[in-house]
């Protein structure tokens, strides 16, 4: 239990750190041409150091929340998740020279509080195996993500970011219920089980709407989509199909945990996105341009400011 907890969080301390040099990377490359969903566009973005540096922090990071996943509840882990804002805000004071608000200091605490709760509250994971049923929703619903998130990326700008976003969060939430769903790792147990091909799906739509949105949508309202997405759903597949359960007792504990951590990081939401890099002051505004965050404040705490 203590390992699933201190591994969920380090996961988050990845996918936090691990945001910070995508973003920057997915601003520096060329959009291509068009507005929809570009799956061209991870091919670019692999050219730039800092998306591969990236790449293996969240390497790491799935990694330690898949020990996360097979020894704590879903909605523990997904809220774990959601903190990688906080980790991302903290992360981004030093590297980018963010100035955190005192509002945002609080959001952080919130997030912490709200994680201390769970880890107090929540029991160990479900042990039910799932339904060969469930296994085949996930697939299908990992593809319809896939479907509409290309279908998203025709939308007109205001609405485009936040359903890429929340398209984005519900691929990062097919991977944490497939992970409940594989249940030997054996070639012969991953070929046959078509939660394996969830996770590959849902993940490979989880990166590609995140970094469509990082490059062309609006930062808070992507992110926030994000949050819910990855959250929500997975927490209530785990406590109705899975089994998660909570300390005898402390289940309005564990709810109040997990309304913190998710308040707190929608909070943090203007920290899903680094800030875009300065422009000429003569030169107009682009129309893709996202419009949460003001062009090259003159101030350079001010311009990282507007900021995975």
């Keep these: 239990m203590l390992l699933g907890m201190i591994c969920a969080l380090a996961s988050a301390v990845c996918f936090g750190t691990a945001s910070v040099f995508q973003a920057v990377a997915a601003r520096d490359t060329p959009p291509g041409t068009g507005s929809g969903v570009d799956a061209r566009l991870l091919l670019r973005v692999l050219t730039q150091w800092r998306y591969l540096l ?43 020279g963010v100035r955190l ?58 609405s485009r970011a936040a359903v890429l976003g929340l398209g984005s969060g519900f691929g990062f939430g097919v991977v944490e ?7 030997g790792f054996a070639p012969s147990d991953l070929l046959t089980n078509p939660a394996t091909y ?33 959250t929500l ?20 504990l564990t709810v109040a945990g997990f309304a913190l951590a998710v308040a707190g990081a929608l909070a943090l939401a203007r920290f899903g996105e680094a800030p875009a890099t300065e422009a000429p002051a003569t030169e107009a505004p682009d129309s893709d341009t996202n ?8 101030d350079p705490a001010t311009a990282a400011a507007e900021r995975p």
Excluded: N
């Design 54 to 96: 990236g790449l293996a922090l969240d390497g790491l990071g799935f990694l330690l929340e898949l020990v996360a996943l097979r020894t704590l509840p879903i909605y523990t882990v997904g809220a774990a998740l959601a903190a990688t804002l906080a980790v991302t805000a903290v992360v981004a004071a030093p590297v980018l």
């Design 101 to 158: 608000r005192r509002a945002e200091w609080l959001a952080v605490a919130v997030v912490c509080g709200g994680l201390a709760l769970l880890a107090l509250s929540s029991g160990g994971e479900g042990h039910r195996a799932g339904t060969p049923a469930l296994r085949i929703g996930v697939l299908v619903f990992a593809a319809a993500v896939l479907a509409a998130g290309a279908l998203a990326g025709r939308l007109p700008d205001r």
């Design 177 to 183: 219920v497939a992970v409940r769903l594989i249940d």
């Design 198 to 230: 969830a996770l590959l799906i849902g993940g490979a739509a989880a990166f590609l709407l995140l970094t469509s949105a990082f490059q062309r949508g609006a930062v808070t309202t992507a992110t926030a989509g994000m949050v819910i997405g990855e």
């Design 233 to 252: 759903g997975p927490a209530v597949v785990g406590v109705v199909w899975l089994g998660d359960r909570t300390r005898d007792g402390l289940a309005p």
């Design 291 to 298: 419009t949460d965050i003001p062009a090259a404040p003159s």
